[in-house]
C-alpha cells in the first residue's frame, strides 16, 4: 500500500520559512517523479513545483521561483519544499504525489500523479 505522509506546515508570518517534508512508502520512490501541489480555501489545486526521479531536473510554477526549493532523498523516501520569503498568497493546504512521468513537459499535469498524500495547512499571516 503505497502511503505519502506531509509533514512540516504551520502557521508562520509573512517573510517567514517553513520546510514541508513527504515520506514515501510502499513503492519503488526513485522511480516516481515527485510534486507538490496547494490548494487554497475556494480555489482549484494548483501546481508548485517537481522534481525529476534522480532529483537532476527541478520545475517551479512561476509564484514560486527564487523562493521555493524542491529537492529529494532517494536514499530516505523523501521529498521536500523549503519555502522562503513566505507570502500571505502562499497560505493553502500542500499536498505531495508521485507520478511515473518522464517529460519535464508533463510534470504539472495533476492527472499524471497516480498517488497523493492527505495534504498539510501551511498558513503565512500578514
Known amino acids: 500500500q503505497v502511503q505519502l505522509v506531509e509533514s512540516g506546515g504551520g502557521l508562520v508570518q509573512a517573510g517567514g520559512s517553513l520546510r514541508l517534508s513527504c515520506a514515501a512508502s510502499?513503492?519503488?520512490?526513485?522511480?516516481?517523479?515527485m510534486g507538490w501541489f496547494r490548494q487554497a480555501l475556494g480555489k482549484e489545486r494548483e501546481f508548485v513545483a517537481a522534481?525529476?526521479?534522480?532529483?537532476?531536473?527541478?520545475y517551479y510554477t512561476d509564484s514560486v521561483k527564487g523562493r521555493f526549493t524542491i529537492s529529494r532523498d532517494n536514499a530516505k523516501n523523501t521529498v521536500l519544499l523549503q519555502m522562503n520569503s513566505l507570502k500571505p498568497e502562499d497560505t493553502a493546504v500542500y499536498y505531495c504525489?508521485?507520478?511515473?512521468?518522464?517529460?519535464?513537459?508533463?510534470?504539472?499535469?495533476?492527472?499524471?500523479?497516480?498517488?497523493w498524500g492527505q495534504g498539510t495547512q501551511v498558513t503565512v499571516s500578514s
Open positions: 504525489a508521485a507520478g511515473l512521468i518522464f517529460s519535464g513537459t508533463y510534470y504539472s499535469a495533476q492527472n499524471l500523479y497516480a498517488y
Open positions: 510502499g513503492l519503488t520512490f526513485s522511480d516516481f517523479a
Open positions: 522534481i525529476s526521479r534522480s532529483g537532476g531536473s527541478t
